[in-house]
């Protein structure tokens, strides 16, 4: 299971200084202004600084995977119906 968390909603491990985790890379932008750069705070913890999104997509998840663009090598990120964070 992954956690996400967006710039100022990380309460259980907020980043220190200017360090906010490994950096995984900037989210690619398809549709809907998509913005932000995500960064492995651990093994199931996903930092995501500066996210954008528009709102008016159909249906919103994270799409993971090792390919340029989504396909099915790739799989959607579950949301963490137990985090306890918000």
């Not at 809907?32 to 159909?58: L, M, N, Q, W």
Request: aromatic share 18%.
């Amino acid at each position: 299971m992954f956690f996400i968390c967006f710039s100022g909603e990380c309460r259980n491990r907020p980043p220190t200084g200017n360090y906010y985790g490994r950096l995984i890379g900037t989210l690619q932008e398809y549709a809907h202004g998509i913005r932000g750069t995500a960064y492995a705070v651990d093994e199931s913890t996903i930092f995501v600084k500066g996210f954008s999104y528009d709102g008016t997509g159909p249906d919103a998840f994270f799409w993971v995977g090792n390919t340029p663009r989504p396909s099915p090598e790739g799989y959607i990120l579950p949301y963490p119906e137990e985090f306890s964070g918000r």
